[in-house]
Nanobody, 125 residues
Framework: VQLVESGGALVQAGGSLRLSCAASGFAFDDYAIGWFRQVPGKEREGVSCIGSSDGSTDYTDSVKGRFSISSDNAKNMVYLQMNSLKPEDTAIYYC???????????????????WGQGTLVIVSS
């Protein structure tokens, strides 16, 4: 199982980025994929999730209306479109494979069993 994030960069506040997560080594259609972020010294925070069976999505409150998650099942890819970026969005962003196919509510680390290495997003003010 492998998850590889890309797309992180330095961007000015108000700008946009699209993060990508390339998944391999498992049945992509059978598991939800989530995005988390972490600032050094702080807890990893759930950002968004997309379900595999129904395509349902979930977002943490701080990114609702600004971030959008999508998937391309033919390519085993998940994307996180981030608009109207704020300095507080600065973090390392990780994608992770959930242990089941739906997102449900909330973001709990124990529900994710595989993680990527992360991609760094820096939003300057």
């Amino acid at each position: 199982v492998q998850l590889v994030e890309s797309g992180g960069a330095l961007v000015q506040a108000g700008g946009s980025l699209r993060l990508s997560c390339a998944a391999s080594g498992f049945a992509f259609d059978d598991y939800a994929i989530g995005w988390f972020r972490q600032v050094p010294g702080k807890e990893r925070e759930g950002v968004s999730c997309i379900g595999s069976s129904d395509g349902s999505t979930d977002y943490t409150d701080s990114v609702k209306g600004r971030f959008s998650i999508s998937s391309d099942n033919a390519k085993n890819m998940v994307y996180l479109q981030m608009n109207s970026l704020k300095p507080e969005d600065t973090a390392i962003y990780y994608c992770a494979k959930k242990i089941w196919e739906t997102c449900g509510s909330g973001f709990f680390h124990y529900e994710y069993d595989r993680w990527g290495q992360g991609t760094l997003v820096i939003v300057s003010s």
